[in-house]
């Protein structure tokens, strides 16, 4: 049932004040424009809802969603270089992409993302590899609704869209509409690749955050939308955001779900998601959290929480109000079969 509060902000018409930590309230944000930023009745209507139709059942389903866990760390465990594009194993390497997706979903992952998180166009670029974005991108798609379809078909393809790797203005020096136009690119190429849906994750930054919004819906008007930031110490993003902003803008600009990954282990991200629902208690919390704090050991980090540890912090996450939960950096399969296991499932 949606609640009073939730009514507006679902139609996004506009994000309203956002409490800060010492009680006070600070300004709200803009009034969303509709024409860049559709709100869900919109978008549903783009083609009768089939672009979200899976995701919508995916959450219709009762009891907790399990997605899956680190891809990076992994291949570094398969002979990844420090400093190498994880992307194009995608091309060099497709067997071992897939037998690591393939771990996750006999974990039991319902959400698999593609190998894709930095397979923007000013990442590659880094690499030279600025005109393989849409190789890059469909083929990842390709590997993971591969690995989907062999274990059943029931578990869904998310297209992994990681930062930029610049700063957007005003904080930095990348313009707006760049970054915008960066992530329509990424975006349609996931989406020409058949993906179920989209998931923007570790951003720091709302101007960042809203430009991959900006640039998916150009493409992609209707596709179900997952997005999060990652927060530290202080309960805020490097840049500052806190949870209560970020749920109330993501949700404002029209993500389908939202949350938190990454950071420095699940003790962190536990009331990260606790300050989201006490803000929004209608929004669909996502919580990925790194292993545990990552130690720097011969060059390599090193997370310290074994599949036991994120076990539990995987009930206390879906506890404070967390529908979707998964891993980050430092995980395994181990760790996500630990945690399915341990995830309260609904109420008969």
């Known amino acids: ?34 024409d860049r930023f559709p709100d869900r009745e919109t978008r549903l209507a783009v083609d009768g809802g089939k672009a979200s139709q ?13 997605a899956d866990g680190a891809m990076g760390t992994m291949l570094f465990a398969n002979g990844l270089q420090f400093g190498d594009p994880p992307e194009v194993w995608n091309l060099a390497h497709p067997d071992v992409v897939r037998r690591i997706q393939r771990g996750y979903l006999e974990a039991g992952s319902r959400i698999l993302l593609t190998n894709t998180f930095g397979a923007n166009r000013l990442r590659l670029g880094l690499h030279g ?45 990348l313009d707006y509409d760049i970054a915008v136009d960066v992530f329509r690119e990424q975006a349609a190429s996931l989406a020409a690749g058949g993906v179920d849906l989209i998931w923007i994750e570790t951003m720091s930054d709302l101007n960042e955050m809203k430009a991959a919004i900006e640039g998916v819906r150009r493409v ?31 949700v404002a600009w029209g993500a389908d779900a939202v949350g938190g990954n990454c950071g420095n282990g699940p003790d962190e991200l536990v009331p990260v998601i606790e300050r989201m629902r006490a803000v929004d208690p209608d929004a669909v919390l996502v919580a990925k959290s790194n292993a545990g704090m990552p130690e720097l050991v011969d060059m390599r980090a090193v997370y310290r929480a074994d599949p036991s540890s994120m076990a539990g912090y995987g ?5 404070a109000g967390a529908r979707i939960v998964g891993a980050c950096c430092g995980s395994s399969p181990d760790h996500l079969r630990a945690m399915n296991a341990a995830l309260v499932p609904a109420a008969s």
């Open 1 to 34: 049932m949606d609640s009073p509060r939730r009514g507006p902000r679902a139609r996004g018409d506009r994000a309203g004040a956002t409490p800060t930590d010492d009680g006070r309230r600070s300004p709200g944000l803009e009034p969303v424009d509709h």
């Open 315 to 319: 009930v206390q996450l879906q506890e």
């Open 220 to 250: 992609a008007p209707g596709i179900a939308l997952v997005t999060t930031m990652t927060f530290d110490t202080r309960g805020h993003t490097m840049m500052g955001v806190s949870p209560e902003q970020a749920v109330e803008a993501m």
């Open 129 to 173: 590899l600025s005109e393989r974005v849409d190789e890059l991108n469909r083929t990842a798609a390709i590997l993971a609704r591969a690995e989907v379809n062999a274990a059943g078909g029931t578990a869904l393809v998310a297209g992994d869209i990681g930062p930029s790797g610049e700063i957007v203005q005003p904080l930095g020096t």
């Open 54 to 66: 899976k995701f919508r059942d995916l959450l219709a389903e009762p009891g907790p969603i399990l």
